[in-house]
């Protein structure tokens, strides 16, 4: 299975809802939002909610100022089940419809790892 890892926070998030439709042929999202308190996030998270069904959506609450981006990653990676792809997504990472049929390829020929470069 592929999991996507997603960490949002205080920043507007302009890109978010068409990076999540670009990878929504994942099998599920782990989403960590690391500022729940605050506008932005609250609105961030809003878009998640309205863009991954809720069978596939994974979502965890933290504060940023009690935890470190590192503690926020590992909590995002702590939600994707063992033994699972995790595509780590970034919230403006908007792939092209092709993506799908690499990564699946490439998992499918023994890769462990992918590295995707964007402009």
């Known amino acids: 299975m592929i999991g996507v890892h997603l960490l949002f926070g205080r920043n507007p ?6 990076a999540l439709e670009s990878v929504s042929w994942a099998d599920y ?22 863009t991954v069904p809720r069978e596939k959506l994974r979502l965890d609450r933290i504060r940023m100022n009690t935890f470190s981006f590192s503690e926020a990653r590992n909590r995002a990676l702590g939600l994707a089940d063992d033994g699972d792809y995790v595509l780590i997504l970034d919230s403006d990472d908007v792939h092209f419809p092709e993506w799908e049929g690499i990564a699946r390829d490439l998992i499918a020929k023994g890769h462990d790892i992918v590295t995707a470069h964007f402009w």
């Open 13 to 18: 998030e302009p890109f978010l809802q068409a």
């Open 29 to 50: 999202v782990c989403a960590v939002n690391t500022a729940p308190d605050e506008g932005p996030a609250q609105h961030n998270e809003v878009v998640v909610h309205q």
